[in-house]
């Protein structure tokens, strides 16, 4: 165990929601290609020997009354989700810009 990595981690996860917290220690691209286990075609944090652990130590040290492999992938199905609606939502038809008026004509 690595007590200095895991009081760093532990230090960020209590700034608030594990969801939202996640990403003080992982870029959204990191949690969006990384998932516990490498299923679906991602890489397997798992990998990642003594990061896991000490955010495995982490988690539990913050979340203690529930399994910190099941909290951590709920965390990062969050940022998943949250990913996958900021990325379709779209405020306006991104080829607004071809259906311009030219001679007072709108064109379409």
Same mark, same amino acid.
Do not use: W
């Given at each position: 165990?690595?007590?200095? @990595?895991? =009081?760093? +981690?532990?230090? !960020?996860?209590?700034? *608030?929601?594990?969801?939202?917290?996640?990403?003080? +220690? !992982? /870029? &959204? #691209? +990191?949690?969006? =290609?990384?998932?516990? #286990? *490498?299923? @679906?075609? $991602?890489?397997?944090?798992?990998?990642?020997?003594?990061? !896991?652990? /000490?955010?495995?130590?982490? +988690? *539990? @040290?913050?979340?203690?009354?529930?399994?910190? &492999?099941?909290?951590?992938?709920?965390?990062?199905?969050?940022? $998943? =989700?949250?990913?996958?609606?900021?990325? *379709?939502?779209? #405020? &306006? #038809?991104?080829?607004? !810009?071809? =259906?311009? &008026?030219?001679?007072?004509?709108?064109? /379409?």
């Amino acid at each position: 165990m690595i007590p200095d @990595q895991t =009081n760093s +981690i532990r230090k !960020f996860l209590r700034q *608030g929601r594990l969801s939202r917290t996640i990403r003080l +220690i !992982f /870029s &959204e #691209d +990191i949690l969006l =290609n990384y998932n516990i #286990d *490498g299923n @679906q075609k $991602k890489k397997r944090l798992k990998d990642h020997e003594h990061l !896991f652990r /000490s955010l495995m130590n982490a +988690i *539990g @040290q913050v979340e203690p009354t529930l399994p910190s &492999e099941k909290v951590l992938s709920k965390a990062m199905r969050c940022v $998943k =989700n949250c990913a996958a609606k900021k990325k *379709g939502k779209v #405020d &306006e #038809d991104p080829l607004s !810009f071809l =259906n311009v &008026e030219m001679n007072g004509v709108q064109k /379409s």
